[in-house]
């Protein structure tokens, strides 16, 4: 298979992830904190990224064995790759990350 199609199935996956995450939100959205969120320009640059990265990540992590794993592999290690890596960035710190220097700044929420 092409590496393009590993890419695209990771992608799927983390594009499915940050649904399932403003879905599970739903009912929250109304509140000041999640409307900031989704207006902030850091919460979409942020996310675009980790969209884009996720994939790469996952074919860097797998690329020796690539041909060896089906394509739904891709799939859920691209779902997994976001939130692996935001829990990563939050147990690194040893205090909650205040991004911007303003306590509650938007992208820190997105990160706690």
């Not at 939050?90 to 997105?110: E, F, I, R, W």
């Amino acid at each position: 298979m092409s590496t393009t199609l590993y890419l695209a199935a990771a992608f799927v996956g983390a594009l499915c992830q940050e649904l399932l995450h403003w879905y599970n939100l739903r009912h929250k959205l109304e509140l000041k904190t999640y409307r900031a969120l989704l207006a902030s320009p850091g919460y979409w640059v942020v996310t675009i990224l980790m969209l884009l990265l996720a994939p790469v990540g996952v074919l860097i992590w797998f690329y020796e064995a690539r041909d060896s794993l089906a394509l739904r592999d891709f799939f859920v290690c691209g779902a997994a790759f976001p939130t692996l890596i935001k829990a990563a960035a939050s147990a690194a710190v040893a205090k909650p990350l205040q991004l911007g220097g303003a306590k509650g700044s938007v992208l820190g929420s997105y990160l706690s």
